[in-house]
T-cell receptor, first 112, second 116 residues
Framework: ETGVTQTPRHLVMGMTNKKSLKCEQH?????MYWYKQSAKKPLELMFVYNFKEQTENNSVPSRFSPECPNSSHLFLHLHTLQPEDSALYLC???????????FGPGTRLTVL | AQTVTQSQPEMSVQEAETVTLSCTYD???????LFWYKQPPSRQMILVIR??????QNATENRFSVNFQKAAKSFSLKISDSQLGDAAMYFCAYRRVIQGAQKLVFGQGTRLTINP
């Protein structure tokens, strides 16, 4: 079982729906990340949180709204998405700056 | 801005043979980390190997090793004695530090096929 879990693993939603992705890390890390992986594109960093504080917003549209209530949990709230937002959304965590990031299994999102 | 380039979209190798995946990057920083991640069909990103830029010695993890050429900004991955379980997408990544956390910049990936 990975130290980073994500739910749901698969999500299909319409453009008018509101849904949330959840990420939880059991590794005692201080930083958490959201990435987007689209077909034929490199992984794109979306948001970075360090000790619950957002330190990076990589020009992500406002229809994606992150929330980090504590260092172990990270959410991505979705509303009025577009079909081009369909992708694999990966969560990761890390401890400080000297160790690697550990990834969750991802949520496969399809927007109809 | 940092960029990472993997020029080989796909590679294939016979089982038990050796294959090298290429990666180049662009940066003006002197202290950074480089990583190779593996993403099998399960989509789980798994760290394969990492290299600290200040270390001249190439990193090695069992059958996996890197050829790190700092001046040339090259970071290739060599897989020896390839196994069927090595089949996956391989991503090269550059890491910089931002406000106590990390920012990973990924290459486009190389799909590795292992032929039995």
């Amino acid at each position: 079982e990975t130290g980073v879990t994500q739910t749901p693993r698969h999500l299909v939603m319409g453009m008018t729906n509101k849904k949330s992705l959840k990420c939880e890390q059991h590794l005692g890390h201080n930083a958490m990340y959201w990435y987007k992986q689209s077909a034929k594109k490199p992984l794109e960093l979306m948001f970075v949180y360090n000790f619950k504080e957002q330190t990076e917003n990589n020009s992500v549209p406002s229809r994606f709204s992150p929330e980090c209530p504590n260092s172990s949990h990270l959410f991505l709230h979705l509303h009025t998405l577009q079909p081009e937002d369909s992708a694999l959304y990966l969560c990761a965590s890390s401890q400080g700056t000297r160790r690697e990031q550990f990834f969750g299994p991802g949520t496969r999102l399809t927007v109809l | 801005a940092q960029t990472v380039t993997q020029s080989q979209p796909e590679m294939s190798v016979q089982e038990a043979e050796t294959v090298t995946l290429s990666c180049t990057y662009d940066t003006s920083e002197s202290d950074y980390y480089l990583f190779w991640y593996k993403q099998p069909p399960s989509r789980q990103m798994i760290l394969v190997i990492r290299q600290e830029a200040y270390k001249q010695q190439n990193a090695t993890e069992n059958r996996f090793s890197v050829n790190f050429q700092k001046a040339a900004k090259s970071f290739s991955l060599k897989i020896s004695d390839s196994q069927l379980g090595d089949a996956a997408m391989y991503f090269c990544a550059y890491r910089r530090v931002i406000q106590g956390a990390q920012k990973l910049v990924f290459g486009q990936g190389t799909r590795l096929t292992i032929n039995p």
